[in-house]
Every structure is written in C-alpha cells, then in structure tokens.
C-alpha cells in the first residue's frame, strides 16, 4: 500500500521480526503501532482500525542506531583521501573555516538521506551549526542526537565562545520531539581543564551527554602525556569530567587502566572500524575487553570523508572482520553482538534503550523492512537472518523505513525528501568547497 499522509495505526503483518528483546527472539508473526509506539509483537494482532501491510517477503528489523557521525561532510566524500589523520584533519580544518550555516545544512540533508535509505534511523552528531543539521533531522523525519563542537576559545573559528553556541543550541531544542541536543568537546588536543570542565558542567545543567573523541592515535596520546604527565583517560578521570553520562568515539590507544576506568565509570564507546583503518590509527579499538569492564559499545561510521559510508550494515561487516582477524579467533565478536552494537547496545548507550533499540511493546516504532528475497539475504532463513545483518546485507535490501510509526522511506524512496533536489544542491556545496583540481600530471606508481 501507498503512504503519504500520517497514520495512526499501522500493522506489518506476517513478516520475520528480528526483535532484539531480552531474548533475542526471531519470530513469524505481527507488529502492530499505535500512536508511534509499538502495542503487539507476535502471532494475531488486532486489525481494527490499522493500514495493513503485507510483511510476507519481509524481515523487521530495529533500526539501526549511528553512534558517530559528523553528517554534513556529506559533500567532503574523498576530498582527503589516502591521508593519515593529521594530514586528513589539516585540509577538513581548512574547510571548514569556510563553511556556512546553509550548506551545513545542505550536506546534512544528503548524509541523513544516506542514513535512512541505509535503515539507520538515529544517530549521534558531532559538528557546529548543529542548528542546520537539527532542521535536515526534522525535515527528513530521522531522530538526531546532536552535539556541539566545543573547543579552547582561542582555537575556533566558531563565531563566539563555542560554550556559550552548545548552551544556547542546547536551549533552542531541548524538549524536542526526535532532537536530542547535547555537548560535545572536541578532543584533548583542542579543549583544556576549563573546557572539559565547562562542558560537562552544561551538560549537568541541561540534562543531557557528553560526545567526544578519545585516544583515536597513538600521536594524540603521546603528545598529550607530554603536555600533562598523564594518557588522555587517566587525565581526563584525574579532572573529574567522567562524573556524567559520556560517549566516546574511537578509544583504539587505550592501556588495561585505562578501560578499567572507562568501565567503572559507564563511559559509552562508539567503535569506529572503517574511518580508524582508512586513516591508519594503527590499532584496533578493545571493545572485547571494553565490553567486559562495563562499557557500552555501539557502532560509529564517523564521517563520509574518512569512511567514506555512513553504511551500518557495512559498519557490523568491518567490525566483526577486523576483531576477529586480529585476535585469531573467529568467535570472539558474534553476529548476533554485531546486530546488538547497531540496535539495543546503542540505545542503551545513548541512554534511550527503554524506547529505541528494539521491537518491543511499549517502544517507539523505528525500524525496517528488510526484502527477504534479495540476493545478499539467501537463503531467507529465520536462523540465519542475524548472520546475513552482520556479514552480507546490502543497502539495497532494505525496501522501507519507519520513525515514530511514520514512513520516512517507501520502496527506497525518500518520502519527505526530494534525492535529486538533495543531490544538486549537495553537488553545488561540493562545488564550492573542494580545492582547485590540479593540473600536474599524476605521478606514476614505482
């Protein structure tokens, strides 16, 4: 059936649900929404009242939670690649000291374009004119957890002190329906004591997180023990900023200490396989022991222009590959842990797991239809369903997406969004952003 205007009720019938409850059930049956959440998982739901879909060739699947992200670089694809991280930063500094509040959100409208039609249906932002990526959010219909980029004052090129721009982000949205603002200082390489301070005060004062970047390389770890006399983790605990909810991305460089404390202290990891092995950090983040000490571990696909996707399904595939293949043991991350990372672990890490991250009685209706009868899903068995999510689902797979119960894509058509309109005007940013294409001749392999 067609879907333009807003239904009340809605019921996917006799499809596979990949719940991802308590007990990880996979099960023939329906899923029925009321008023945006979900009343009925199971055999026989109620039919009165509800816009049916025919869930037969289908599996349900929550949607996918993007812990990391920096979505408005959506026009930056490639402009650095084949860097390492110092280099990489060096030219996206340099852009963005140019960018505009319009074409931020311009490039958040493609990347949350790209999100949705990939079956993610939140994520965690890190980036300034958070304002334009909150409107592209609303827009488009996605749920958006958005940070503010905090740095030393002396160090932006944010126009006013970039604390005061996050507390009074933070006012405009708080309280919104699908956006959730919140903090987010940079790193230890651009924040001192006073910021961190500064921020996680504002987050207590507001009720909200923290989202930063952590130990991404053994440079930023190095350089900062040389400066304090402690590791970024053991510095950061030592300043007291850990007293709050924290989410941090990458935490590859981290000593056994080191995850003690994130553990005891709840720190959420978002675990970024692809952008930290393109930009050659060198190592691989300890989300095993991570796991095992307490932390939250969710999936991040950081940005399109040091990953270049904003894939969750390419993101389970990398993670899963990479921990197994480094450790020489094909079971220590599971399917089933991979599928957990992009949905219930990720909720929890965001604070939201008793409404997001699962099909559940009671929850807000997020999640996908999934075509069963796509090439990268044979054979469509329901004991194998986890496994082709983790390790050989296409994009292309996923046929719909729905938000609070409302479809935001309809056989992978964006249904508020224009993708050719979305594209040129990305194409356009693209345009005026990228340097000047160079003249010399490429330089021929040895």
């Not at 982000?169 to 651009?190: D, N, S």
């Not at 997001?356 to 469509?380: C, I, N, Q, Y």
Request: with cysteine.
């Amino acid at each position: 059936m067609a879907m333009t205007e807003p239904v009340a009720s809605l019921l996917i019938s006799n499809a596979l649900l990949v719940t991802q409850d308590a007990g990880r059930r996979v099960l023939r049956g329906d899923l029925r929404v009321d008023d945006g959440r979900i009343t009925h998982v199971g055999p026989h739901a109620p039919r009165e009242g509800a816009s049916v879909i025919d869930g037969h060739g289908f599996a349900v699947v929550p949607g996918f939670l993007n812990v990391h992200t920096h979505v408005a670089m959506a026009p930056l694809r490639g402009v650095a690649d084949d860097r390492d991280l110092a280099g990489f930063l060096e030219t996206l500094f340099a852009v963005d000291a140019r960018r505009t509040e319009r074409d931020v959100e311009i490039g958040a409208r493609a990347g949350i374009a790209e999100m949705l039609l990939s079956g993610t249906t939140a994520f965690l932002d890190l980036y300034y004119f958070e304002d334009a990526i909150a409107r592209a959010a609303e827009s488009l219909g996605i749920r958006g957890f958005l940070g503010w980029a905090v740095l030393d004052p002396e160090l932006t090129t944010q126009k006013g002190a970039p604390l005061d721009n996050a507390r009074r982000f933070i006012e405009r949205w708080k309280g919104h329906a699908r956006v959730t603002p919140l903090v987010a200082p940079q790193g230890v390489y651009v924040c001192n004591r006073e910021t961190w301070l500064g921020a996680r005060e504002l987050a207590e004062r507001s009720g909200t997180f923290c989202h930063f970047h952590l130990s991404e390389t053994r440079r930023e770890v190095h350089e900062h023990e040389a400066k304090t006399g402690a590791r970024p983790v053991r510095w950061l605990e030592e300043i007291g900023f850990f007293r709050g909810r924290s989410v941090a991305a990458h935490a590859v460089w981290l000593t056994g200490e080191e995850i003690e404390i994130l553990g005891r202290r709840s720190v959420g990891v978002a675990h970024c396989p692809s952008s930290n092995a393109k930009l050659a950090s060198g190592g691989l983040a300890p989300i095993v022991e991570l796991r095992a000490a307490g932390s939250l571990v969710g999936l991040g696909t950081d940005s399109v222009a040091s990953n270049n996707s904003l894939s969750m399904l390419r993101e389970m595939h990398t993670a899963g590959l990479f921990q197994k293949n480094q450790r020489w043991d094909a079971s220590v991350v599971r399917a089933q842990d991979l599928l957990d990372m992009a949905t219930i672990d990720a909720a929890h890490l965001l604070g939201r797991a008793s409404d997001l991250g699962s099909l559940e009685v009671g929850k807000r209706a997020d999640f996908s239809l999934v075509r069963l009868d796509h090439p990268t899903l044979l054979p469509a068995r329901p004991e194998a369903i986890v496994s082709h999510l983790a390790y050989s689902a296409s994009d292309e797979a996923i046929d719909s997406v729905f938000v609070e119960g409302q479809p935001v894509v309809r056989h992978r058509t964006l249904v508020s969004g224009d993708w050719t309109k979305i594209r040129r005007e990305a194409e356009g940013v693209a345009d005026a952003l990228w340097p000047p294409r160079s003249t010399e001749p490429a330089r021929p392999s040895a």
